[in-house]
């Protein structure tokens, strides 16, 4: 059974900064492209950030490129997201996901999220 559950979100300041995580479990975590997506309040779904299996390639929205770093430690099945330089626009329920087989495929797991808030 697949199971991805996020940790780290919180309550920060503008200028912040927050370290996401994301614990993966059934499945070969390392074969696998892992995403981070996001909702802010009231708003669709936002693409955040992939990293491929084994974390040489990296990609960001231009939303959150220079700010963000996304990371993974295949050995602890786990996968990470930095969070610097944190924004209001930034602060939404943040979403761990686990990308297809096929590359391209879009991702067919999601965690339930957790909740990072930017504000004064």
């Known amino acids: 059974q697949v199971q991805l559950v996020e940790s780290g979100g919180g309550l920060v300041q503008p200028g912040g900064y927050l370290r996401l995580s994301c614990a993966a479990s059934?499945?070969?975590?390392?074969?696998?492209?892992m995403n981070w997506v996001r909702q802010a309040p009231g708003k669709g779904l936002e693409w955040v950030s992939d990293?491929?299996?084994?974390?040489?390639?990296?990609y960001y929205a231009d939303s959150v490129k220079g700010r963000f770093t996304i990371s993974r430690n295949n050995a602890k099945n786990t996968l990470y997201l930095q969070m610097n330089s944190l924004k209001p626009e930034d602060t939404a329920v943040y979403y761990c996901?686990?990308?297809?087989?096929?590359?391209?495929?879009?991702?067919?797991?999601w965690g339930k999220g957790t909740l990072v808030t930017v504000s004064s």
């Open positions: 996901a686990k990308g297809r087989t096929t590359p391209y495929n879009g991702v067919d797991y």
């Open positions: 059934g499945f070969t975590f390392s074969s696998y492209w």
């Open positions: 990293i491929n299996s084994s974390g040489g390639s990296t």
